[in-house]
């Protein structure tokens, strides 16, 4: 293990590096911006866990996302206070945790984790898992959930309890609580494990699926009875997000084959370095080894694939919603490689000249990230021009105000989203509020109102009522 901390150190170095032109900037994924607001709001008392609230113009009760996730981000606005950099940190350190448990799934399977670095370096090269690390995505948290099932299951086999059987349903709710029904995937490990390796009977493995399950879906018939609240935001999220979203009415992809495009871009990095060390196997004539985890390999190739098939009966679809999928796809590319890799590693001499310099090099690399990241302190990474417009109106507004907009600023999800988590300013198209924000391309100003301009900035002009 102690050879293995600076590769480690270095996957860790290669995430924080992708990360840090945004770890300390500002602009975020107009989701993530939604998703922190929402729970800076419920850490501030504004909204409650069953009636999340945005704003008091735009969801002031907020049905599209089940409420844990935002929750538990709550609390570490609760404990850090209200910087933006809260949800960043949250967001990265979700990303880490799934790693964290990545390398404890690789454990069980494999019975050492001095290889474990591995398959960490294939899943942070997937380009939208170091993207949702930055965005604040409900998926990070739904991750951890969905991995905690996986590894209570493997448990479970290894040892035989049962008590590791309703741990792992027990994650399948808070993950269905976290993002949604798409966290159920791991229902099928069992099946697959039975299918592929044996190690189960037909009998044993559909016996605990029908646990799993009921240890998922109990809870949440308990709380919709029990609580009328719970009750009536389900009744919500069911209609408004779940069966419209399947019925094609949101937003949606334009093919059901795109979430499948999105897979095969996020993973030519991992296949570009599985080739590599597939022709490194083929030269020194040991691919022989790939035999040796074939067959957990292509478990956790099918189920990542279970969490991702699915995703095509709804139109609604996004690169960014098979990220809880991608822990197991890097598990399953890295499982062929490990035996090699091992023999590698045992190799390796720690007094080394080499190692020394790599570990030199390990710790150089990641000090100069930090240095970097913090460098981009209070730059824009993203969507300027909204933001620059929220900075300059934020000096003239007070906090917790409403200015009147046109619909077409009303349905600017980044001036709302920015105008929201900034300063708790909430935009609204009700004329007559002290402050008025106008596309200066419209001239819309009601001519029974007196407004006078404030300042301009970019393509808005702040006006202020005359009293």
């Known amino acids: 293990m102690k050879k293995s901390i600076y590769f480690y150190l270095a996957v860790l170095t290669i995430f924080l590096g992708i990360c840090s032109p945004l770890l ?21 008392g504004k909204g409650s866990f069953w009636s999340p609230q945005f704003s008091e113009t735009l969801f002031p009760a907020f049905h599209e996302q089940p409420p844990f996730a935002l929750w538990i981000e709550s609390i570490f606005f609760s404990i850090f206070g209200s910087s933006i950099f809260v949800e960043r940190f949250y967001s990265v350190f979700a990303i880490i945790l799934v790693g964290f448990l990545i390398v404890k799934i690789w454990k ?31 998926e990070n948290t739904m991750s951890i959930f969905v991995c905690c099932s996986a590894l209570f299951y493997l448990r479970r086999i290894r040892r035989n309890k049962y008590f590791f059987l309703i741990l792992s349903g027990l994650s399948l709710f808070f993950g269905v609580f976290s993002k949604g029904i798409v966290a159920l995937f791991p229902w099928t490990l069992p099946l697959l494990i039975c299918i592929f390796s044996k190690k189960i009977s037909f ?17 949440f018939v308990a709380i919709y009875f029990l609580s009328s609240q719970a009750k009536l935001f389900f009744d919500a999220y069911i209609q408004e997000q779940l069966l419209s979203s399947i019925a094609g009415n949101r ?24 080739l590599i060390i597939l022709i490194i196997l083929i030269i020194k004539k040991k691919t022989y080894l790939f035999k040796t985890y074939k067959n957990s390999s292509l ?3 099918s189920l990542s694939l279970c969490g991702i098939l699915p995703i095509m009966l709804s139109a609604k679809q996004s690169g960014f919603y098979i990220v809880p999928a991608y822990p197991f796809m890097a598990i399953a590319l890295a499982l062929p490689f490990q035996p090699y890799l091992k023999i590698l590693m045992d190799k390796i001499q720690v007094h080394s000249k080499g190692f020394l310099i790599f570990k030199i090099m390990s710790f150089i690399l990641l000090i100069s990230v930090i240095f970097f990241s913090l460098s981009q302190y209070g730059k824009i990474a993203r969507n300027k021009k909204e933001l620059q417009t929220v900075f300059a109106c934020n000096k003239y507004i007070p906090e917790n105000s409403r200015i009147s907009v046109d619909f077409d600023e009303f349905t600017n999800w980044g001036l709302q989203s920015y105008f929201a988590r900034y ?17 200066q391309n419209t001239d819309s100003v009601s001519s029974n109102e007196n407004y006078i301009p404030i300042i301009d900035v970019e393509n808005f002009m702040l006006l202020k009522k005359i009293q």
């Not at 300390?24 to 800076?40: L, P, Q, W």
């Not at 001095?114 to 409900?138: H, Q």
């Not at 949606?252 to 370095?273: D, Q, S």
Request: aromatic share 12%; net charge negative.
């Open 24 to 44: 300390f900037a500002h602009g975020m994924f107009v989701d993530g911006v939604f998703y922190s607001t929402i729970a800076r709001n419920m850490a501030w």
């Open 251 to 274: 937003e949606t992809a334009g093919t059901r084959f795109h979430i499948i495009t999105k897979l095969l871009e996020n993973l030519i990095p991992c296949i570009i370095l599985g």
């Open 108 to 138: 069980e399977i494999t019975s050492e984790t001095i290889t474990a670095w591995f398959p960490l370096l294939l899943f942070v090269s997937i380009p939208v898992i170091t993207w949702a690390a930055t965005n604040n995505m409900l």
């Open 203 to 219: 009998k044993h493995a559909l016996q605990d699926t029908l646990i799993l399950m009921g240890c998922t879906i109990i809870p």
């Open 299 to 301: 478990i956790f190739l």
């Open 423 to 439: 300063q708790n300013i909430c935009l609204d198209t009700i004329k007559g509020h002290t402050y008025y924000l106008q596309n």
